[in-house]
Nanobody
Framework: QVQLAESGGGMVQAGGSLRLSCAASGRTFSSYIMGWFRRAPGKEREFVAGIRWPGGSTAYTDSVKGRFTISRDNAKNTVYLQMNSLKPEDTAVYYC???????????????????WGQGTQVTVSS
């Protein structure tokens, strides 16, 4: 069993920054992906960013490119999402997700992701 624990959400003014963390515990795998999704009220769940083991290749949705950066700490099995230049449109519940397997960068955007965290609220005020 794999458990994911998100942290780092909160409220910030437009133009500010937040850093989300997702720590994985339980079983480990040689090849897997971890990523971030978000869901705003009344909208579909959206892929935000992902990263894979091995190699560390990353993928981003177009709306966050240049503003968000996903990174990993291999020793801690932890993924981070550094969010800069935040906009009110970024307001959403952010979910960490993971799955064993080897995915291409393109496939990383859709998964499937087998494990999900409970989510952390990010609110960007204008």
């Amino acid at each position: 069993q794999v458990q994911l624990a998100e942290s780092g959400g909160g409220m910030v003014q437009a133009g500010g920054s937040l850093r989300l963390s997702c720590a994985a515990s339980g079983r480990t795998f040689s090849s897997y992906i971890m990523g971030w999704f978000r869901r705003a009220p009344g909208k579909e769940r959206e892929f935000v960013a992902g990263i894979r083991w091995p190699g560390g290749s990353t993928a981003y949705t177009d709306s966050v490119k240049g503003r968000f950066t996903i990174s990993r700490d291999n020793a801690k099995n932890t993924v981070y999402l550094q969010m800069n230049s935040l906009k009110p449109e970024d307001t959403a519940v952010y979910y960490c997700a993971a799955s064993p397997g080897f995915f291409t960068v393109t496939a990383m955007k859709v998964g499937p992701y087998n494990y999900w965290g409970q989510g952390t609220q990010v609110t960007v005020s204008s």
